[in-house]
Nanobody, 123 residues
Framework: QVQLVESGGGLVQAGGSLRLSCAAS????????MGWLRRAPGKEREFVAA????????YYADSVKGRFTISRDNAKNTLYLQMNSLKPEDTAVYYC????????????????WGQGTQVTVSS
């Protein structure tokens, strides 16, 4: 069982930056692929970024490539999402997720989910 708790959301102006964190419980954190997904107001949830556990590869949605960076610290059982050059369209609830492989993150078939943290980008 893995429990995920996100933090770091908030209100930021367009062009600004935020760093989200996801603290995971359990001793098997390093075995899981981890990722971030988001749900914008009135829209379906979408994939944002994933970090493979097997080879440390990273994957990004086209909409965030070059602006967002996903990273993980296995010693701290923590996943991060550094978000730069934020745009109003990045406004969403951001969810942390864990899965047996990165593909399940991309397909939104994660095994474990956090409660989400709100990110609001003002224009």
């Amino acid at each position: 069982q893995v429990q995920l708790v996100e933090s770091g959301g908030g209100l930021v102006q367009a062009g600004g930056s935020l760093r989200l964190s996801c603290a995971a419980s359990g001793r098997t954190f390093s075995m899981y692929a981890m990722g971030w997904l988001r749900r914008a107001p009135g829209k379906e949830r979408e994939f944002v970024a994933a970090f493979s556990a097997s080879d440390n590869s990273t994957y990004y949605a086209d909409s965030v490539k070059g602006r967002f960076t996903i990273s993980r610290d296995n010693a701290k059982n923590t996943l991060y999402l550094q978000m730069n050059s934020l745009k109003p369209e990045d406004t969403a609830v951001y969810y942390c997720a864990a899965a047996v492989n990165y593909y399940r993150i991309i397909q939104q078939l994660a095994n474990y989910w956090g409660q989400g943290t709100q990110v609001t980008v003002s224009s």
